[in-house]
């Protein structure tokens, strides 16, 4: 039996990090009589950038004649290949993805980004003894991949006189070289090591800790819907590679290059796309690690362009969703803090709006970023009811109760159990416009050009924690919430989620009464928090988390995941961000270390195409004291939410042509819902290929029985005959997407192209 592992290995839980959950808690000014938000149990833990674990011992003894620490083999190609046979008319090939791989560790490197795209693929582990190729083509007209990956040539050290090797062995080689020419099917190889069989040689290995040498792409002239630019150098560090330089160029055209480095005077050979007697393959000299690796996560763009032709059953879209919670609430301050709280003003808030037009003047066609808002109603009656002491213009007051005491993180509530913390002076929501309207942070939020230049969501009215909270406290959090949000207007803004609920510091999702209390008042998609394994779905990162009863109390509330930042909530300056990043996680350095810190980790999420939203607080978007920061040479008084934005976005247009769009929660998380389903209808392409000519002629659409809940996006590199009514979707450089609704029956559903694509 081949160990077959199909889709969905979810290194996550793996990944994140071990450190000990360390948690802050900050004194209370005693004489406060407002609710401050004072605790949070997701103290952000670090998202440390780190290699990866090393699973194959060095190899540093000679290879292809040469002494070079390497632990991959060079691709052998002496197996003979037919001709592709002509005699068939036609063949179908299945667009599956065949990744082979030492391990699911390293295969996660190759199946990582498909999953991201949502194309099919398959992993087949192959240990040192060998493994029974899968059956590449059940006939001589049908075959059952639409491309292979080869991690690391799958190599091995069998020790003694044959060293390293693949454990492939050279007829199995000769078979996938003939099933590619065959179905005139691509290989994508990562992590190869530079040989003339390649048109090329290794002029060494690279680099030793601390040492850098950028790799970059340098022509993406056979992978053009990848969207990548060129030029744009990337780290290498704790990537070994081999820098080559090219022997045979009618065999070997390079796509990427490593740039000048210590030993290395001139820039070499990163990657070659092969082309020897019509087999094709894109050959990288690096290795990939797409669990910690930003540079892994960019690279890998243009093997799945080239290796699918930029056809594939699968979409890509970058979201960038910055969640700002606490709204109108007060925040204490972590350091340097004499009691101090921060409340964020109009004045803040208008620059940001300003800003966010700037931001979109900057990002590629067809890009659409705002800030999305998480609203704490009590937080306005208190500062109104403040304002106007004398006048009791808010009877009978703001919900006020005295400190909570935390749970444990993952603490399940039994049912019904808890006590009320809410007092008994209103059952249903008490206050009229003009409590409301007594606070100059409302009347600056109720002016439509501000509200409707930010989307909204509910944060809960008070923010009490819900871990141990009652069916009756939850009910009026979120209810009253509403109430206030429909009087204020928030819930008429253009972008606004009535679903939607960001739970009080996360808390509640084990809480049976609080989920019912939630889904009793609409709300049924909330967002968790990354750093929480219990919040993710173990099964695929990109799915959210369906709550059960068994594990949260309550089934079918849609837990969506959420990336913490070293942004913390109560910080708003760098100084402190710092401060609490250094004494709570491992952090070392300045604010430009924490911003170099963000820019990796959270390029790599977007570059591995999450979609999950960034989790930021009222407190990062002080503007009005912020400090002067520099960015790629700009000097410019940035708010922390705005140098995060900064750094992260202008890395990603740096990279990429690719449109950069928000989606507000709602819509969010339709989209995990929708991904969810889709996966689970296994949806396929089938592409149609003529020999002769050398062309994909078309290609059909298929899922399980046909028929899918959710549509099922088919990319295409050019236009096709027709789109048959489907929803299509394309943005600003972006290839098209053709959306498809599968509802069963016999008529298969196929596009053909105008301008068949060549093989
Ligand atoms: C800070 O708060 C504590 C506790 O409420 C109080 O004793 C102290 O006087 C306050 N310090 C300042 C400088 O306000
Ligand atoms: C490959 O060898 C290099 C050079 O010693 C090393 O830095 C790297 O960690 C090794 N990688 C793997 C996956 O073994
Ligand atoms: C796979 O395709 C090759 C080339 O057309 C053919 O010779 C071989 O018989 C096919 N394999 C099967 C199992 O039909
Ligand atoms: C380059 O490769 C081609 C195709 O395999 C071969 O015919 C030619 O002899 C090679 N040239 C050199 C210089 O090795
Ligand atoms: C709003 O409520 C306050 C407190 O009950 C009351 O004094 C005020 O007259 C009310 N305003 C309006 C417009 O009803
Ligand atoms: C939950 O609340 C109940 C009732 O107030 C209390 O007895 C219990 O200790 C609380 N549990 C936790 C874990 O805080
Ligand atoms: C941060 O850690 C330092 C060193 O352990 C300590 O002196 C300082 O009080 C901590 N700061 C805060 C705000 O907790």
Redesign the pocket.
């Known amino acids: 039996m081949k160990p077959v592992f199909l889709l969905c290995v979810s290194l996550l839980p793996v990944l994140i990090n071990a450190l000990a959950r360390s948690r802050v808690l900050i004194p209370l000014p005693i004489a406060t009589d407002r609710i401050e938000v004072h605790s949070h149990e997701h103290v952000p833990r670090p998202n440390i950038l780190r290699?990866?674990p090393?699973?194959?011992?060095?190899n540093?003894g000679p290879v292809d004649g040469r002494s070079i620490?390497?632990?991959?083999t060079s691709a052998t190609t002496t197996a003979a290949v037919k001709a592709r046979e002509l005699l068939v008319a036609s063949t179908k090939v299945q667009s599956t993805v065949l990744i082979l791989a030492r391990d699911t560790l390293?295969a996660y490197s190759a199946s990582s980004g498909l999953n991201g795209y949502g194309i099919p693929f398959e992993v087949v582990v192959v240990p040192q003894t060998g493994i029974t190729l899968p059956v590449l083509n059940s006939s001589s007209s049908a075959g059952n991949y639409g491309a292979i990956v080869v991690v690391?040539e799958v190599s091995y050290n069998y020790g003694g006189t044959l060293g390293f090797q693949s454990a492939i062995t050279a007829a199995q080689w000769a078979q996938i070289y003939q099933y590619q020419v065959s179905f005139g099917v691509r290989a994508v190889r990562l992590?190869v090591f530079p040989s003339t069989d390649l048109g090329v040689t290794a002029i060494g290995?690279c680099c030793?800790?601390g040492v850098e040498q950028l790799i970059q792409i340098s022509d993406t002239s056979a992978f053009p819907t990848s969207g990548l630019k060129v030029g744009a150098g990337v780290s290498t560090q704790?990537l070994?590679h081999y820098p080559a330089t090219i022997l045979n160029a009618t065999i070997a055209t390079p796509f990427a290059t490593f740039g000048p480095s210590a030993g290395f005077p001139a820039s070499s050979v990163a990657g070659v796309i092969n082309n020897i007697n019509d087999r094709q393959q894109m050959v990288f000299f690096i290795?990939f690690?797409t669990e910690w690796s930003s540079t892994s996560n960019y690279l890998q763009h243009a093997w799945i362009h080239w290796a699918t032709r930029g056809l594939y059953a699968g979409y890509r879209r970058i979201n960038l969703n910055t969640q700002v919670d606490d709204m109108f609430l007060e925040s204490d301050i972590y350091y340097p803090a004499i009691n101090r709280t921060f409340i964020i003003t109009p004045t803040d808030l208008d620059q940001h709006i300003a800003w966010m037009d700037s931001v979109n003047s900057r990002l590629p066609a067809g890009s659409n970023y705002f800030i999305e808002v998480g609203h704490n109603g009590n937080g306005n009656i208190e500062t109104a009811d403040d304002i106007n002491a004398n006048e009791r213009i808010c009877r009978p007051g703001p919900i006020e109760y005295g400190d909570q005491i935390d749970t444990a993180l993952e603490f399940q509530k039994p049912l019904g159990t808890g006590t009320d913390i809410w007092p008994t002076t209103a059952t249903t929501y008490p206050y009229n416009v003009t409590c409301t309207a007594g606070d100059l942070l409302m009347n600056w939020w109720s002016q439509p050009s501000n509200m409707n230049a930010y989307a909204h969501v509910s944060h809960t009215f008070t923010h009490e924690d819900e871990n141990n909270a009652t069916f009756a406290d939850v009910n009026r959090e979120i209810s009253w919430n509403q109430a206030w949000l429909t009087q204020v207007g928030i819930a008429s803004a253009t972008k606004w989620s009535p679903k939607g609920l960001i739970p009080p510091a996360i808390t509640g999702l084990h809480n049976g009464d609080a989920l019912r209390a939630w889904q009793t008042n609409g709300i049924v998609q909330v967002v968790g928090d990354n750093t929480r394994p219990a919040l993710m779905n173990t099964q695929n990162e990109f799915w959210p988390l369906i709550t059960t009863v068994a594990d949260n109390g309550f089934a079918g509330i849609q837990i969506s995941p959420r990336w913490a930042t070293n942004i913390y909530y109560n910080c708003d300056l760098p100084i402190c961000t710092v401060q609490e990043w250094i004494n709570t996680s491992a952090g070392n350095g300045d604010w430009y270390a924490l911003l170099d810190l963000e820019q990796a980790t959270n390029t790599r999420h977007l570059l591995g195409l999450h979609r999950d939203p960034f989790m930021f607080h009222q407190a990062n978007l002080n503007y009005v004291t912020a400090d002067l920061t520099t960015i790629n040479g700009v000097t410019a008084k940035l708010s922390m939410l705005q140098a995060w934005v900064e750094v992260v976005t202008q890395e990603m247009v740096r990279l990429t042509n690719w449109p950069i769009i928000s989606l507000k929660h709602d819509d969010f998380s339709v989209e995990f819902s929708n991904r969810m389903t889709r996966d689970q209808c296994v949806p396929s392409l089938v592409y149609s290929v003529d020999p002769a000519a050398k062309t994909i002629t078309d290609v059909t659409v298929t899922a399980n029985g046909n028929t899918c809940g959710a549509e099922i996006p088919v990319t295409v590199p050019g236009p096709v005959t027709d789109t048959q009514g489907f929803r299509t979707e394309q943005v600003g450089s972006d290839p098209l997407t053709i959306w498809v609704t599968l509802t069963g029956g016999a008529v298969l559903t196929s596009f053909t192209f105008i301008a068949p694509i060549p093989l």
């Open positions: 290699a990866g090393n699973p194959m011992p060095l540093s620490p390497h632990n991959t390293s690391s992590d290995g030793n800790d704790g070994w290795g690690a």
